[in-house]
């Protein structure tokens, strides 16, 4: 393994900020296999969701992908790795928030989160210091569930329209791509943005629609 990040540091020279450092590849490279590993079997699609998420560069790859494989063997050790990518990133709890939903998508690559992987991801929120219900939401947004659009949108179902649409407004400005970029966060780290924000959409006309079904059959039945 020591071999293998020495090869890996020829690539990356050290620079700032802390998510372009070799510590910061080395850890979410770690990180984001051993979570593939989590449910006992590291799948090949989950290897390529880690590449198309952090954009690994061509001549980088080979031994970017040395590491992974050789992180994959077991989760030992992952929650070091997790706590070192929260001291690193201690100051921006956003890219905190967008290392968790890459690795989301990373373990729904397969269609499936399973439970092993659920209770990884939940642990590793833990250590980034995400507070529960932002855990929930971004989960809802890999995690098909009927249950959870107001999980998503981050409201208690008895919001009102107003609080709804308002809460609405500010998660679409919050995902925006422009703020998004003038916050910091990485290009390779929006998609997994991009497909929160569907989810963040889905949730809410889902509500609406929900809200205009029932408000329809009072209707109904008052007459």
Known sequence: MAQVWSRVRAFFPER???????????????????????????LPVEAQAFERMFG???????NIRRLYDLATKDVAGYDAYARKIARLLHEEPHLL????????????????????????????????????????????????????PYTVMGVEAEASDDEL???????????????????GIPAEFRAAADRRLAAINAAYDMIRQQRASEMRVREESAT
Request: hydrophobic share 45%; proline share 8%.
């Open 97 to 148: 928030r967008s290392v968790l939903e890459c690795l989301f998508y990373i373990a729904a690559a397969d269609g499936v989160l399973h439970p092993d992987e659920d209770a990884f991801l939940q642990d590793v929120a833990h250590i980034f210091e995400i507070p529960q219900p932002e855990f929930l939401s971004i989960r809802c947004g890999f995690v098909l569930d009927p249950d959870c």
């Open 16 to 42: 700032k900020p802390p998510h372009r450092t070799v510590a910061f590849t080395i850890a979410v490279t770690t990180l984001a296999a051993k979570m593939a590993k989590a449910d006992g079997v590291a």
């Open 56 to 62: 690994i560069p061509a001549h980088e790859a080979t």
């Open 165 to 183: 649409k308002a809460r609405h407004r500010a998660l679409v400005r919050e995902h925006h791509p422009d703020r998004l970029a003038a916050s």
